[in-house]
Nanobody, 121 residues
Framework: QVQLVESGGGSVQSGGSLRLSCGVS??????MGWFRQAPGKEREGVAA???????TYAASVAGRFTISRDITRRTLYLHMNNLKPEDTAMYYC?????????????????WGQGTQVTVSS
């Protein structure tokens, strides 16, 4: 059974950078993604990766965020640059064995506990 643990969240000023990490235990999932949820809003897909070179991004983060995976260390990353206050949210790592890469949260069946990102103006 796959287990996911996120880390790396924090508070930064607008224009700053953060790198989120997601440690994977159990069977290595084929498709993984990052999601975020701001207070009062639905959870939305941010980026997804299929482990063999195909990635997809939400339009709101394309060009600023990069998803990557270290297969050896069994870790998924989200590199976030030029952060904006609207990026403030709880960020979740997720895994799925279904269609990949996908930003549809309904496609994912395994979730981490989340890590908070706060961007101040």
């Amino acid at each position: 059974q796959v287990q996911l643990v996120e880390s790396g969240g924090g508070s930064v000023q607008s224009g700053g950078s953060l790198r989120l990490s997601c440690g994977v235990s159990g069977s290595a999932p084929y498709c993984m993604g990052w999601f975020r949820q701001a207070p009062g809003k639905e959870r939305e897909g941010v980026a997804a990766d299929d482990s063999i070179g195909t990635t997809t991004y939400a339009a709101s983060v394309a060009g600023r965020f990069t998803i990557s995976r270290d297969i050896t260390r069994r870790t998924l990353y989200l590199h976030m640059n030029n952060l904006k206050p609207e990026d403030t949210a709880m960020y979740y790592c997720a895994a799925t064995s279904s269609s990949c890469p996908t930003l549809d949260r309904q496609d994912y069946d395994t979730w981490g506990q989340g890590t908070q990102v706060t961007v101040s103006s």
